[in-house]
């Protein structure tokens, strides 16, 4: 059996297990990630929400917010409620499940995020990521590699950044939810040729891609999901890629409770993947020679696209029309170069 045979048996495999679980699981547990109660006690968002300096509280949740729509915010932006008497805050930052830390920051300077923490929730169907930025100071002795509890105190609120200052009285936690796209991460880094070093590996944020995390609060709070992967399946498809590849791409693998069906591994000759606006590759649908067509190896089509919410959505470069027909735009061409392995 060739080496791409033996992976996509794995996955199918894995997808089996995967829907069994997930329709077997119980609902979730989770928290919030501040001491603020706001949210839970369904208070506005001016209670919870830090907004930008605009004043506009609507800039500090996730999305095109930010610059008149223009500026995507992959996270919600989350005020403190207790300060010193210097005005720093004091909040500390819980983690919101269970999970394992993949990656802390503890350089200020080194990344937009200032000092951060990500933490992999592998007992998650998918198991997504979530991250904790703008932090003042990491838990002592919190480490690479350690398992974490729900609720457990991993950090306190700050305002640190890099590259850019965030004043003491806007002081927040930024807080995302989200997917990694693809352990060849650091591959596609060397050949962008950034002239920076990576300094934080498969965690860097290009290699994140995050959803709605109020959104998701919000359709678990009100028992409309009880898993991520619920709600994940209930994203509005922007557009439909068809790939014309016989390989299977790890995120793939580290996520298949995402594919819709399965397929014999001698006869995989591409993908339909779903994307939302934001860029989340959502659905992923295996494709055979009678699917594909004649569609030539290498090729990606767009093969639906709601014009209107491609449109709307300012911030993101997904689609551009030449002579009426949708083609890959700036964001779309990074998603793919990293899902896919694609260098063009």
Not at 170 to 188: C, I, K, N, P
Not at 286 to 294: F, H, I, K, R, S
Request: aromatic share 10%.
């Amino acid at each position: 059996m060739s080496l791409r045979a033996v992976k996509l048996t794995g996955l199918i495999v894995s997808l089996w297990a995967c829907a069994w679980a997930g329709a077997t699981a119980p609902r979730i547990k989770i928290v919030w990630p501040t001491p603020n109660r706001a949210y839970l006690e369904k208070q506005p968002w001016e209670a919870f929400i830090q907004p930008t300096v605009s004043g506009q509280v609507s800039s500090g949740l996730f999305g095109c917010v930010r610059t008149s729509g223009t500026q995507f915010h992959e996270a919600l932006d989350l005020l403190p409620v207790s300060r010193d008497r210097r005005g720093e805050p004091l909040d500390d930052i819980f983690a919101v499940m269970p999970g394992v830390v993949r990656h802390t920051n503890n350089r200020a300077g080194a990344s937009s995020y200032g000092r951060y923490i990500v933490i992999e929730h592998e007992g998650t169907v998918p198991s997504i990521y979530t991250l904790y930025a703008h932090l003042s100071a990491i838990a002592d002795g919190l480490r690479v590699g350690q398992q974490i509890a729900e609720a457990q105190v991993i950090a306190t609120m700050g305002h640190t950044s890099g590259g850019y200052t965030i004043p003491r009285d806007r002081a927040h936690l930024h807080f995302e939810m989200g997917v990694r796209l693809t352990d060849r991460f650091q591959s596609w880094y060397d050949w962008k040729k950034f002239g920076s070093k990576n300094d934080h590996g498969l965690w860097n944020g290009m290699n994140l891609v995050g959803f709605d995390p109020l959104a998701f609060y919000d359709a678990f709070r009100e028992h409309q999901v009880d898993n991520f992967r619920d709600f994940l399946r209930s994203q509005s498809a922007a557009l439909t890629i068809r790939v014309a590849t016989s390989e299977v791409p790890d995120f793939a693998t580290r996520y298949p409770s995402l594919l819709t069906t399965l397929v014999a591994p001698e006869r995989l000759v591409g993908w339909d993947v779903k994307i939302n606006t934001t860029g989340l590759p959502f659905s992923w649908t295996p494709l055979t020679a009678e699917q594909m067509g004649d569609q030539r190896e290498g090729s990606v089509r767009i093969v639906q696209v709601d014009e209107a919410a491609v449109k709307a959505c300012h911030c993101k470069d997904l689609v551009k029309w030449r002579r009426g027909e949708p083609e890959p735009d700036r964001d779309l061409n990074t998603l793919l170069q990293l899902l896919f392995g694609f260098r063009r």
